[in-house]
């Protein structure tokens, strides 16, 4: 099968650059604070702890009305570091929010849509303009949390039941390549299907 030169070109005009690789941004939150708790079967008191959270930058959407400057990514993975003690994996679903209004950044249990219990937050003029969707911090202020709340890991249920100073938030966000077809990538594999029974043909 031939392919008319005037439909050739015109498909031609349909592939932006050639590239067959997409792009996204994957945004590592980080908070910190000198805590008392528990974490599975063991107490700890005023250790650091570092909870540590991915998000895809595409899954960061406004909550409510614009003026309300509230922002929230549903995380991708998270973990929690007590000092002394290790590391574990949350085991469930966690979102990542920004409220503008308030001033705080921070962490939740639950969905965007259905958020359970704030993990920890941290309050510092920063986050007024913050959006998630961009690196910031490490920005330091007035930490919130739930006390006695416990929340799943995959090393046993991790429990704050005081914070001692201020809590640290930082977020670092950096391009990361995948190799998933864009439109580019798909016209071209149709083209060299297209091609396929003319070379059947001269066989």
Do not use: C
Not at 1 to 30: C, E, N
Not at 46 to 58: E, G, K, P, R, V
């Amino acid at each position: 099968m031939k392919i008319p030169p005037l439909l050739f070109l015109a498909l031609l005009t349909l592939i932006p650059g050639g590239s067959a690789v997409a792009h996204a941004s994957i945004a590592t939150y980080t908070e910190s604070v000198d805590a008392t708790g528990s974490f599975g079967s063991s107490a700890f008191t005023n250790q650091i702890i570092t909870l540590t959270f991915t998000a895809d930058t595409s899954s960061i959407a406004p909550i409510g009305s614009p003026a309300s400057h509230l922002f929230a990514a549903t995380a991708t993975s998270g973990t929690v570091n007590v000092a002394g003690l290790g590391s574990a994996t949350f085991t469930g679903p966690f979102t990542v929010f920004d409220s503008g209004n308030s001033a705080v950044a921070g962490f939740n249990a639950g969905t965007v849509s259905s958020p359970t219990a704030d993990l920890l937050d941290t309050e510092n003029l920063a986050f007024g303009s913050y959006a998630l969707a961009t690196s910031i911090g490490p920005e330091s202020g007035f930490s919130r949390f739930n006390p006695d709340f416990a929340f799943g890991t995959t090393g046993g249920d991790f429990i704050l039941r005081s914070l001692s100073g201020d809590s640290t938030f930082d977020a670092s966000v950096s391009e990361s390549t995948s190799p998933v077809p864009e439109p580019a990538g798909i016209l071209l594999t149709g083209l060299g299907l297209l091609g396929i029974p003319a070379i059947k043909r001269r066989r």
